[in-house]
């Protein structure tokens, strides 16, 4: 039996792609993200407790990182973030992909590794990414010279934020997981020009 650099022999009749994205699921990741953008700006602004509103994003982002590596939860969070600033009325463009991006990329590292096949790290990366945004976009906010005090930023905006993500991020945490399978780093080489 032979095998060519694309493939790799699993049984006697069976093969499957190494390496390769075209089994990843791109197509299911691209809906879910488009999906999730379209919720968190059309319908959890109504889902609110004091100034702070989940972020579906996070959980998303933290998902597809952990299902599929670094490059396509770089890829991701970038496009997530993005297109979150593109549909809602934010006053900054590149920041939240930007952030969304280092979620993407710090979160892909633990693709493959057992903790990423239970719903216990995944739920902790999802707070700990949520929280890493919100102070982020702080930090942005106050380079731009937007004061509020901290303990009005951590009392009404951060602890609800971080608690409604950890609420509703299981569902989206297993949605994912539903649609794109097992974790499997995808790197895209061997790129034709």
């Known amino acids: 039996m032979t095998t060519d650099l694309r493939t790799q022999a699993v049984g006697p ?7 390769r994205a075209g089994g990843a699921g791109l197509g299911r990741i691209a809906a879910l993200v488009v999906v999730i953008v379209l919720l968190q ?36 969070g970038f496009s997530a973030g993005l297109l979150v600033e593109l549909t809602a009325p934010i006053g900054t463009l590149g920041v939240l992909a930007l952030l969304y991006l280092a979620v993407g990329v ?5 693709c493959g590794r057992e903790e990423s096949s239970s719903l216990a790290a995944p739920l902790i990366l999802t707070v700990v990414a949520a929280l890493a945004v919100q102070v982020g976009y702080m930090l942005f906010q106050l380079l731009l010279g937007n004061r509020m005090p901290a303990s009005d930023f951590v009392g009404e905006v951060l602890v ?5 993500t950890a609420l509703l991020s299981p569902p989206v945490l297993l949605v994912a997981r539903r649609l794109l399978g097992a974790p499997r780093v995808v790197e895209f080489y061997g790129v034709r020009a």
């Open 13 to 19: 009749a069976t093969r499957r792609p190494v390496g």
């Open 41 to 76: 700006v059309s319908v959890i602004p109504y889902v609110s407790l004091a100034d702070g509103i989940p972020d579906l994003v996070a959980p998303t982002v933290v998902a597809v990182a952990l299902l599929r590596g670094t490059l396509v939860g770089a890829v991701a």
């Open 106 to 110: 710090w979160c892909g590292r633990y």
């Open 160 to 164: 609800p934020t971080l608690a409604l």
